[in-house]
């Protein structure tokens, strides 16, 4: 089992920037990719950003990239996520996970998952 903490939400201005991390501890050797998930008030969880652990090669939503960016740590298992000119669109929990197999955009493929940490992006 691979357990997950993230920290670094808050309250943030329209345009601000806000940086999460995620520490991975347990079996982290059995981890392929990590990724960040949002999820806001009553809209289903969806996929931000992914991360390779071995190559380091990452993948975003559209409606992210370019101002987001994915990055790890593997001598300290972390993974962030640095977030420039935020909007109130993406207020929502946002979720470190972390999977064994692949590096996908489907939160099911996910087998390990923190608990969530706000960020609130006011207009």
């Not at 059995?30 to 809209?43: D, L, N, T, V």
Request: net charge positive.
């Amino acid at each position: 089992q691979v357990q997950l903490v993230e920290s670094g939400g808050g309250l943030v201005q329209a345009g601000g920037s806000l940086r999460l991390s995620c520490a991975a501890s347990g079996r982290t050797f059995e981890i392929y990719a990590m990724a960040w998930f949002r999820q806001a008030p009553g809209k289903e969880r969806e996929f931000v950003a992914g991360i390779r652990w071995g190559s380091g090669g990452t993948y975003y939503a559209d409606s992210v990239k370019g101002r987001f960016t994915i990055s790890r740590d593997n001598a300290k298992n972390s993974v962030y996520l640095q977030m420039n000119s935020l909007k109130p669109e993406d207020t929502a929990v946002y979720y470190c996970a972390a999977s064994r197999t692949v590096l996908s955009t489907y939160a099911a493929n996910f087998g390990s998952w923190g608990q969530g940490t706000q960020v609130t992006v006011s207009s």
